[in-house]
């Protein structure tokens, strides 16, 4: 080390970093951050569960529903844990309840 450097090194320790306020608290930031999670993702990811488990419950026959895997069809019946899907003239497919999608009434 040098002379000049000397200095330059007790100026920079003696130096205090600037309170971080309300916010500059790392608690207060995981606190911001878990409340934004809840907000931004699981509040809407809970209603999406909840709108279509009533969609679920509510099927009829004659309903038109699209399955997870992409099949179109028409409700032809529902059974208690299961739903036959009509997807072409005499040929009936029994998916489970959670494997339909979408559910559009029928008019």
């Known amino acids: 080390m040098t002379a000049s450097m000397i200095p330059a090194l007790v ?3 003696s130096q205090t970093p600037p309170p971080g306020g309300l916010l500059g608290s790392p608690l207060v930031m995981m606190g ?3 409340v934004m999670f809840y907000f931004l993702l699981i ?3 809970q209603r999406q569960r909840k709108e279509q488990a009533a969609r679920i419950a509510a ?3 004659g309903d038109k ?3 997870t895997a992409g099949i179109h069809g028409i409700v032809h019946h529902v059974k ?12 009936m497919i029994e998916f489970d309840k959670p ?3 979408a559910v559009h009434k029928k008019d």
């Open 11 to 13: 100026l920079a320790q």
């Open 32 to 34: 911001l951050m878990i």
């Open 43 to 45: 509040r809407p990811q």
């Open 59 to 61: 099927l009829q026959t």
């Open 65 to 67: 529903v699209v399955t």
């Open 80 to 91: 208690e844990q299961t739903v036959v899907v009509k997807v072409a003239e005499g040929t």
């Open 99 to 101: 494997a339909i999608a």
